[in-house]
């Protein structure tokens, strides 16, 4: 019995990230396997972030998460998903300090306690799952002692919601899309970290906070499913934006960085509309905000600092 | 001086149209040449239409012209090249009773006075240009005793305002892009008239009557030049659709017909945004009846009978 008392616990907290060239369209649904390459940027951990604690301990007899303190089902593919290919790299835990040892194959028996917190409101349009689930994976990573780094640990997290791959890291970071069945090099890998370009500031404008009338994952599928311009942009457009922003982040040329970032959001939202039915993310204050921004960085014939618009809360 | 107290009038009424497969885009900005086909629907005069009035008289010292009451300048070159274009096919006019005369050289020297009113908000996303001109180049075919038929005018009415040569007539009329440089060959031709379907009702839901605030002239000037999706759509999503249209409309196939028109007038707003700046003709209360039709259509498995959504007033 005294066995069974013990319990070891594990936090993290990992930021959101916004993409400046979009993620949208998955060529496997299972896997999460994207149609394009997509670069974000990840946000301050200080703003917007999720933060979890994982547990194990013998005494727990299932699986159990609470989201914002409520209870959710772990039952679903995307979380079993991502347990069981971390539970595949679980090793062996020693802490001599509180008397306990879990040996690798223990981690098959062992039941999980996951609480997670966003500081921010919940499938809006920034990224909760992104942030969420990125931040379970890196969690139990540390829990069962994986040795794999966060590239690798991206392809977990991926699993889970596909742009969470991107929070693994701070600064810019490139998902590149991989092109292996089984989606092992579909994984993330920083383009430069937070300290490259810190003059950099993120303005979020809280356009509405209610629930996104369609998921992601729905609206994805029926872009892929409907849209005649999706594959244009995935094959087409995207591929030459990939080089332009790494190299535009490179340079740190501002200029170049808010103009594609803004001409990507709007041809996500463009896509989106192509989609039957069509999904509208944007509101008549999203538009105005683009209007005015547009309108300024016009006037002064370039973009002004700060003034490109990369994302919007999603309205309904 | 009794020869100079003479007015020679004809008033015609022409119907706006509506594309059910949308002009986006010129291949030739003088000439007026599309970058794709279009199909529109006719609307019935009764509703929305322009009256307009030519006068011919030798006392006239110049050519003048009043829209909705105004006095507005003639000195474009849209006005012009369709005044050009038709004073070179004016013929020879007698009236007896009148004891009119006027030779065929003559036209070169009289001057035109012109009366136009719309019954619906100008410049308000619903083709009051197309009109228009339509009115223009069949008011002044009739005073000048013009011989061409309604498609040669139509070529003459695109010179003026694209979409004007779609509403010289009734029912569904297709606008065929043309190859020829001189633009002789980008005319429209009538699909069927407006007794074949005579069972389709049109509702028009006014969103805002607000001028817009980009010009469809300006609006797809902006297309061509930025958007990195309306090619793909001109070369390969328009042709097809064209055919599948032509196909629902000969066939009063609603099901179709409706799907068809609004993902085509939801991709016209898609390549608008994807626009650099983009460009929203949308607002709100337009996405509100979109999603209303779609769940309605949804929810009853197919299209229901009007239930679809061409086209809407601008939003500003």
């Known amino acids: 019995m005294a066995e069974k ?31 394009n390459d997509s670069i974000s940027v990840t946000l301050d951990p200080a703003h917007l972030c999720t933060t979890t604690t994982v547990a194990v301990s013998p005494s727990f007899d299932q699986d ?16 079993q998903n991502c347990l069981r290919e971390i539970r595949a790299r679980a090793c062996e835990v020693e802490d001599k300090e509180k008397g306990i040892k879990i040996a690798k194959k223990d981690w098959e028996k062992l039941h999980l306690h996951v609480a997670s ?7 809006a349009g920034l990224a909760s799952s992104a942030a969420g689930f990125a931040c379970l994976v890196f969690a139990l990573a540390k829990l069962m002692n994986a040795k794999e780094d966060n590239s690798e640990l991206s392809a977990i997290a991926r699993q889970g919601s596909g742009s969470a791959c991107r929070s693994l890291f701070g600064g810019f970071v ?18 430069v970290d937070e300290k490259h370009w810190d ?31 999706l594959q244009h942009r995935a094959k087409e457009v995207v591929p030459k ?11 740190r040329d501002f200029g170049s960085f808010a103009q594609l970032s803004c001409a990507d959001s709007n041809q996500f939202h463009a896509v989106c509309l192509d989609t039957c039915p069509p999904i509208f993310y944007m509101n008549g204050t999203s538009h105005r905000i683009i209007s005015c921004v547009e ?16 994302d919007f809360l999603c309205e309904k």
């Not at 993290?12 to 994207?34: C, F, H, M, S």
């Open 117 to 123: 917190y966003n500081n921010f409101p919940t499938a």
């Open 64 to 79: 159990r998460m609470w989201l914002n303190g409520k209870e959710i089902s772990l039952s679903g593919g995307r979380y």
């Open 295 to 310: 309108k300024w960085n016009c006037s002064e014939g370039t973009p002004q600092p700060l003034s490109f618009v990369v």
């Open 241 to 251: 934006r990939i080089k332009q922003m790494e190299e535009a982040i490179k340079n």
């Open 5 to 35: 008392t013990w319990v070891r616990m594990v936090t993290a907290q990992t930021p959101t990230n916004i993409a400046v060239i979009k993620y949208w369209g998955k060529r496997d649904e299972t896997l999460i396997l994207p149609v």
């Open 199 to 229: 003059e950099l500031v993120i303005i979020i404008a809280v356009v509405s906070s209610r629930q996104k009338e369609t998921s992601s994952t729905t609206g994805m599928r029926d872009s892929v499913e409907t849209s005649l311009l």
């Open 174 to 191: 490139k998902w590149i899309m991989g092109k292996a069945e089984d989606g092992s090099d579909s994984l993330a890998v920083q383009l």
